[in-house]
């Protein structure tokens, strides 16, 4: 298996613009998870998916922050409209159990100008 | 509020040496720790877990040391490798499976 993959690597856009970073979990595994990384937080951990099910979404920062997951094989986080204060490094990892280790993709590192 | 924290940004350790990794939390309630390593450019890596039942976990160079009356956790690598630089986060799990991360340590094991 490839591992996680998301999309794109790195994001460029304008305040105000919606953004949609992608994510492909490893096959089999049934938790995904959606974490944002910032200097002076962290890592955390802004929503989680079962089986396809929004879980648990108490992380995400605000009404402007989204997450999907249409199947088994792929997730979309969007902010809309985006603001400077969003830019960070955002990851999707998966996992075969919730009280198992999860795989980690590379990242998307977003930058709102 | 940071539940989970690792108060060195950075350490600097001579290849060879002993590298202590160290993480305090402040919820009782956690009964699952997890060291996680990040390379630049990379998504973290899971490295070694501790229950809480349990004070030691060793695989290999990596030893995981719980404090429960202290809640602290230590990652001790021996012998350091230059090949352990990285950034080491330290997770934690709660009973309601609600996972907290910590800043990160950024180990730079000198040759």
């Known amino acids: 298996d490839a591992g996680v993959i998301q999309s794109p690597r790195h994001e460029v856009t304008e305040m105000g613009q919606e953004v949609t970073l992608r994510c492909k979990p490893i096959?089999?595994?049934?938790?995904l998870f959606w974490y944002r990384q910032t200097m002076m937080r962290g890592l955390e951990l802004l929503i989680y998916?079962?089986?396809?099910?929004?879980?648990?979404d108490s992380g995400m920062p605000e009404d402007r922050f989204s997450a999907k997951m249409p199947n088994a094989s792929f997730s979309n986080l969007k902010i809309q409209p985006s603001e400077p204060r969003d830019s960070a490094v955002y990851f999707c990892?998966?996992?075969?159990?919730?009280?198992?280790?999860?795989?980690f993709g590379q990242g998307t590192r977003l930058t709102v100008v | 509020d940071q539940q989970v924290k690792q108060n060195s940004p950075s350490l600097s350790v001579q290849e060879g040496r002993i590298s202590i990794l160290n993480c305090d939390y402040t919820?009782?309630?956690?009964?699952?720790f997890l060291w996680y390593k990040k390379y630049p450019a990379e998504g973290p890596t899971f490295l070694i877990s501790?229950?809480?039942?349990?004070d030691k976990n060793e695989d290999g160079r990596f030893t995981v040391f719980l404090n429960k009356s202290a809640k602290h956790l230590s990652l001790h690598i021996v012998p350091s490798q230059p090949g352990d630089s990285a950034v080491y986060f330290c997770?934690?799990?709660?009973?309601?499976?609600?996972?907290?991360f910590g800043t990160g340590t950024s180990l730079t094991v000198i040759p």
């Open positions: 919820n009782s309630m956690f009964d699952y």
């Open positions: 998916f079962n089986n396809n099910v929004p879980i648990d």
């Open positions: 997770a934690a799990r709660n009973t309601g499976n609600q996972f907290y």
């Open positions: 990892a998966s996992s075969l159990q919730l009280y198992t280790e999860a795989f």
């Open positions: 501790i229950s809480s039942i349990k």
């Open positions: 096959s089999g595994h049934d938790y």
